[in-house]
């Protein structure tokens, strides 16, 4: 059983930066692949970014290529989401999630592939 829990959500001003943070207990880090979703009220749960469980292969959604940045540190079993020149409608609840079905190079991006998620930690962006 993987426990997340995220971290390092708040109000950010507009073309600030900020960084959330998504800390794993209960398993092994380097099996666990990690995603990041977001949700704003009266939309779906959409897919943020993702990280292989190893050799750091990353995917990102359209919308945030150039602007965020996923990453993770095994000393710290760890998965950091770096988010640069935050606009107001990146506003939304920002959740982890992972899941140990995925192969080593994998980058999973659908909900449907991740068993394990945290409560989420708010980010509004401020103009």
């Known amino acids: 059983q993987v426990s997340l829990a995220e971290s390092g959500g708040g109000l950010v001003q507009a073309g600030a930066s900020l960084r959330l943070s998504c800390a794993a207990s209960?398993?092994?880090?380097?099996?666990?692949?990690i995603g990041w979703f977001r949700r704003t009220p009266g939309k779906e749960r959409e897919f943020v970014a993702s990280?292989?469980?190893?050799?750091?292969?990353?995917s990102l959604a359209d919308s945030v290529v150039g602007r965020f940045t996923i990453s993770r540190d095994s000393a710290k079993n760890t998965v950091y989401l770096r988010m640069d020149s935050l606009k107001p409608d990146y506003s939304a609840v920002y959740c982890c999630?992972?899941?140990?079905?995925?192969?080593?190079?994998?980058?999973?991006?659908?909900?449907?592939?991740?068993?394990?998620w945290g409560q989420g930690t708010q980010v509004t962006g401020t103009s």
């Open positions: 990280i292989s469980r190893e050799y750091n292969k990353t």
């Open positions: 999630a992972g899941t140990t079905r995925s192969g080593r190079f994998e980058t999973p991006a659908n909900e449907g592939e991740f068993d394990y």
């Open positions: 209960g398993g092994t880090f380097n099996k666990v692949a």
